[in-house]
């Protein structure tokens, strides 16, 4: 019963490649995002979608693409992967914007990206 | 830059003593304010929150206090146990910009036996 689930946990790949990471949440929140967390801890949003439309897209490289098939989903797709890509991804998802009163967001569990 | 930072990256305290974990912030148009809590191999969990029209809100063992006139937020968690052991963020948001939430660099909590 796991409210929002990313699959793989791990992924260890190589410069170049292209993967995905995908997010499922059965919360029914009409929000979902894509955080990156560094070395350092330090959380940092790379992408926001309501009800499958993009509405924050910061500033990372356009080898990041989102892709929100339906509300519940939010995958994360990276081409060409760097040695600097290396993190731990999180999805979140949440009712409302994350920023807002009463809707907190809620996390998965990350996915560790090792890029060698 | 505006920024949510905290004051000590590390925090060790004794089991059954009282933890305060300090953030600071530097935006006066933030108001809205959440700790959250992030065990090893795991994602942040939601703690306590706190609006700007207030001072202090109380949870399970655990007290938000807000100071905007030095913007300074604190968590104060009561008869730490070993399973607050985590690192801790503060986030805050403000009106526009969707709301987004914007997270400090967090510190860690480790409880000694």
């Known amino acids: 019963d796991t409210a929002v689930s990313q699959t793989p946990k791990y992924l260890v790949t190589q410069m170049g490649n292209d993967k995905s990471i995908k997010c499922e949440q059965n919360?029914?929140?009409?929000?979902m995002y894509w955080y990156k967390q560094d070395s350092k801890k330090f959380l940092k949003i790379m992408f926001s979608y309501n009800n499958k439309e993009l509405i924050i897209n910061e500033t990372v490289p356009n080898r990041f693409s989102p892709k929100s098939p339906d509300k519940a989903h939010l995958n994360l797709h990276i081409n060409s992967l760097e040695l600097g890509d290396s993190a731990v991804y999180f999805c979140a998802s949440s009712q409302d914007h994350g920023g807002s009163y009463n809707s907190p967001l809620h996390f998965g569990n990350g996915t560790r990206l090792t890029v060698t | 830059g505006e920024s949510v930072g905290l004051h000590l990256p590390t925090l060790s305290v004794q089991e059954g003593d009282n933890s305060i974990i300090n953030c600071a912030y530097s935006n006066s148009a933030s108001d809205y304010f959440i700790w959250y809590k992030q065990e090893s191999g795991k994602g942040p969990q939601f703690i306590i929150d706190i609006r700007s029209n207030m001072d202090k809100r109380q949870g399970q063992r655990v007290t938000v206090l807000l100071n905007k006139t030095v913007k300074h937020l604190s968590l104060q968690i009561a008869a730490t146990q070993p399973g607050d052991s985590a690192v801790y963020f503060c986030a805050e948001s403000r009106e526009g910009s969707a709301r987004q939430l914007t997270f400090g660099s967090g510190t860690q909590l480790t409880v000694l036996p």
């Open positions: 919360l029914g929140h009409d929000t």
